[in-house]
């Protein structure tokens, strides 16, 4: 007989010292319900079941948690954030968080405002737009403290998308599988082109999942020059 899934409020607190609220679980049992609701009507996730949304979604996304600076009123940008992840779980379990959805596919970002009105969240914002546009806009520039993507491109890539949005002390945080080494090694050009520097790759673990999984996080420690970001489409053809 199969042991019952331990709730996503142990896990969270048992796996990353995190302690959920009543209130907080119940809005991931929210976000989980609209999540498969809407997944019966547009393609947001491959994952439905219970117990992958707990674990490969949700406690995927708190994972980010271990790397966030403590401070008060933190800006952080979610790149290429698809079904909110790992933004909104973050959200919920922070709600200080000055929140940024960036996602190029308006339909996607009709999901996440009905699931922050649904969840009552505030200091949420909707960005309908792409990574390198984003990186050229003048009130996103070094905006953020933090930057973090999951499963949007390679690290070469994915640095140009979010070093542009960080500021100088800030971090950009890479949410990777079993590659995570290789393209840190894969990165030392891009790094030094854009004002980053390799912090550490930290293992994650998480239940009941056999492929590895790693949180890649990179310092910006220089201004990134004004052409980086290049023209969509440019840092994923010709990666630095």
């Keep these: 007989m199969n042991t019952p899934m331990r709730t996503l409020a142990a896990q969270a607190q048992s796996l990353f010292d995190l302690t959920l609220t009543p209130e907080q679980a119940a809005a991931f049992d929210t976000y989980a319900a609209l999540l498969v609701e809407w997944n019966s009507r547009m393609n947001l996730t491959a994952i439905t079941d219970a117990e992958g949304i707990q674990v490969r979604h949700f406690l995927d996304s708190l994972s980010v948690a271990t790397a966030l600076p403590r401070a008060g009123n933190l800006r952080l940008i979610d790149v290429g954030t698809g079904a909110g992840f790992p933004g909104l779980p973050l959200k919920i379990v922070f709600p200080d968080i000055q929140l ?20 009552n969240l505030r200091g949420v914002e909707f960005l309908h737009a792409r990574a390198e546009e984003a990186g050229q806009m003048r009130d996103r520039r ?23 949005l960080v500021k100088v002390g800030g971090y950009a945080l890479a949410m990777k599988g079993r590659t995570a080494q290789a393209e840190a090694e894969d990165s030392s050009h891009a790094l030094k082109e854009l004002g980053g520097q390799l912090v550490a790759i930290d293992e994650i673990q998480l239940p009941a999942l056999d492929e590895p999984h790693y949180l890649v996080r990179v310092e910006k420690i220089a201004h990134t020059p004004n052409p980086y970001p290049r023209k969509p489409g440019m840092p994923s053809n010709a990666p630095l």
């Design 142 to 164: 070094a905006a953020y403290d933090v930057a973090v993507a999951r499963a949007v491109a390679r690290l070469p890539a994915l640095l140009e998308y979010l070093l542009p």
């Design 100 to 119: 940024t959805l960036l996602e190029a596919t308006g339909k996607k970002l009709n999901f996440l405002r009905e699931v922050c009105e649904a969840l």
